[in-house]
Nanobody
Framework: QVQLVESGGGLVQPGGSLRLSCAASGSIFSINGMGWYRQAPGKQRELVAA????????????NYADSVKGRFTISRDNAKNTVYLQMNSLKPEDTAVYYC?????????????????WGQGTQVTVSS
């Protein structure tokens, strides 16, 4: 019922920029948080950036992997259920498949649940 669709990946030269988008659709009751992960060949999937909002105790917040701080910016359009990742000053080591993740509350046939959903991934390649 829920689908996350990423876009914006591609081939870029070192020092270039890309903006990734991830739109959630389906039987969405609410979205607690959204984030971006990446996985390079031979490496574990790692958190790149995450954003949360609406919590009474925590409020809105963002966090980033140390390797991308100062270069990447995550943002969210709650009205469109969309999260963005602006990537500047890209480096070859940023090359990976980038996955969108979202903690989504759903309500289907009387069942309410919270679980994480994943997009299909979008390839980002940084090379001269």
């Amino acid at each position: 019922q829920v689908q996350l669709v990423e876009s914006g990946g591609g081939l870029v030269q070192p020092g270039g920029s890309l903006r990734l988008s991830c739109a959630a659709s389906g039987s969405i009751f609410s979205i607690n948080g959204m984030g971006w992960y990446r996985q390079a060949p031979g490496k574990q999937r790692e958190l790149v950036a995450a954003i949360t909002s609406g919590g009474i105790t925590s409020g809105g917040s963002t966090n980033y992997a140390d390797s991308v701080k100062g270069r990447f910016t995550i943002s969210r359009d709650n009205a469109k259920n969309t999260v963005y990742l602006q990537m500047n000053s890209l480096k070859p080591e940023d090359t990976a498949v980038y996955y969108c993740n979202a903690d989504i509350v759903t309500r289907n046939r009387g069942t309410i649940g919270l679980m994480g959903y994943w997009g299909q991934g979008t390839q980002v390649t940084v090379s001269s």
